[in-house]
């Protein structure tokens, strides 16, 4: 009763669920040209899920998995029946792939039939556990996993996290998440990113969900352990008030959803603005023809550190006016860090204190 008295309370005065502002991105998230000044590693189709296998850079491009040798040299490995949307790599090197089209790609032993068909077309992340186990993340039960801002759009909360075993059916680990899109499992709990809340959770085996970080200014993908200690966490695109107040508007959005082109939806993207027809153009973007820096995008780069307790220490951007935006998954490579850029097709190598030379 006191969470419903609390609601009304909250929609009538703009609070809680229902306030549409946003964190600034200042202090340790102050923007800087990192990202974007980033040397490229290696240029590939909407490169994602990166894996530091036995000295080797593993990443999913497309229908095919992709392996970057110590040399440098980039070589397809496997190709699969349609595009992966999640993938780890194991040393052997034991692959772990899911596809759009409900297919997967396990060592011998695994297997998804457990899984609803729902779900086993929009596994979005595969994270290995520290006792052999493997951890699938499934986005949604409705949407497919090339459908995340749809997914967000509709306020969608029916995503989970799914164990796996050699020799057993899968079981789901927690449930009742909005778009996890990224883990790790540092040890006997999970680290989940909750991409359509904005936060990073802790997901314990007795189905408990902690949050650790809340109310981020954008939409958390991977993350991966620094080797110094703490996290590196990637942001995949930015919130902003018009996409929050767009949220709580439900008839506009159905009718959105059901009239207009899906490249021109008010919703956060991965990539760039490319056309005048995109929303929120004019004054509001472009001053004279140029692209404001601080303009309110609805996409960007970004990868946070975060300490060993959560808290952001440092970050890096590319900014509205850059291009290396949609920052989903990054891995630490020979040292250093490697940012994968799906909107702009690239891998980015970020140096890092004591890494390679």
């Not at 990192?34 to 491009?61: C, I, K, N, R």
């Not at 970080?213 to 590196?232: Q, V």
């Amino acid at each position: 009763m006191i969470g419903f008295l609390k609601g009304v309370r909250d929609r009538i005065r703009g609070g809680g669920e229902y306030a549409i502002t946003v964190p600034p991105m200042d202090g340790a998230l102050r923007p800087n040209n990192d990202l974007e000044e980033a040397s490229v590693l290696v240029t590939a189709q909407a490169p994602g899920h990166l894996s530091d296998v036995d000295g080797a850079l593993w990443f999913a491009s497309g229908r095919d998995v992709m392996r970057v040798g110590p040399d440098g040299t980039c070589e397809a490995m496997r190709q699969l029946p349609s595009e992966i949307t999640a993938l780890a790599v194991r040393p052997g090197p034991e692959i772990f792939a899911a596809c759009a089209d409900g297919s997967c790609d396990l060592p011998e032993g695994y297997s998804l039939d457990a899984l609803p068909a729902a779900a086993r077309r929009c596994v979005t992340a595969i994270g290995a556990g520290p006792d052999g186990e493997v951890y699938l993340a499934v986005g949604s039960l409705e949407n497919g996993a090339g459908d995340w801002s749809k997914d967000l759009l509709e306020r969608r909360q029916t995503g989970s996290v799914w164990r796996l075993e050699r020799g057993a059916p899968a079981s789901q680990f927690v449930g009742g998440l909005a778009w996890p899109a990224g883990m790790i499992a540092p040890g006997d709990d999970l680290l989940v990113t909750e991409a359509s809340r904005g936060r990073l959770v802790r997901a314990s085996r007795n189905g408990a969900i902690t949050p650790v970080l809340s109310n981020l200014p954008g939409y958390p993908a991977g993350l991966c352990p620094d080797r110094a200690g703490g996290y590196h966490l990637c942001i995949m695109a930015p919130r902003n008030q018009l996409i929050e107040f767009i949220l709580r508007e439900r008839d506009f959005v159905e009718e959105m959803i059901a009239t207009t082109d899906r490249d021109h939806w008010i919703a956060p993207s991965l990539k760039a603005p490319e056309t005048f027809l995109e929303p929120l153009q004019g004054g509001a973007l472009k001053q004279l023809g140029i692209m404001k820096p601080w303009a309110p995008s609805r996409s960007i780069g970004l990868v946070m550190h975060l300490s060993e307790d959560f808290v952001p220490t440092r970050s890096h951007h590319s900014r509205a006016d850059g291009k290396n935006h949609g920052t989903t998954s990054c891995a630490l490579w020979r040292g250093d860090l490697v940012v994968a850029s799906q909107g702009n097709n690239r891998l980015l190598l970020l140096p890092q204190e004591g890494g390679r030379a």
